[in-house]
């Protein structure tokens, strides 16, 4: 399963590279980092619906993690659409309801709890 982590954190690369080691190792994941919406989306242009699964902040500078979600649901309506979690600091209504609006499979907060993560990916 190829997973597109996408946050403006960079130390979120270690930090799930060490949450995943074991998966990593075992060729069960594999994961792909972007630091920002635009490199996203880049990614997924030239990699043509590699990922089956993209984790997105929500609040990041320049494209916001919502602005990502509509690109990737306008985009790339072709089956089997990748499955997008929304990562958010905040726990607001509101961002939540935009994000569910714009077809976001799934919701986490940070600090991510990486067993519910798992839990959700069926990787326990």
Not at 2 to 22: A, C, N, P
């Amino acid at each position: 399963m190829k997973i597109l982590v996408v946050d403006d954190e960079t130390d979120i690369q270690t930090l799930f590279e060490q949450r995943f080691r074991k998966e990593i190792r075992e060729k069960i994941v594999e994961l792909v980092f972007a630091f920002s919406g635009e490199q996203a989306l880049a990614y997924l242009q030239e990699n043509q619906q590699e990922a089956v699964l993209i984790l997105s902040d929500i609040n990041m500078p320049g494209m916001s993690g919502l602005e990502l979600l509509r690109h990737i649901k306008e985009g790339y309506p072709k089956p089997p659409p990748p499955i997008v979690m929304m990562i958010t600091a905040y726990g607001d209504d509101e961002n939540f309801n935009r994000a569910k609006e714009l077809g976001a499979d799934d919701f986490l907060n940070k600090p991510v709890d990486f067993k519910l993560l798992k839990e959700k990916l069926k990787l326990n």
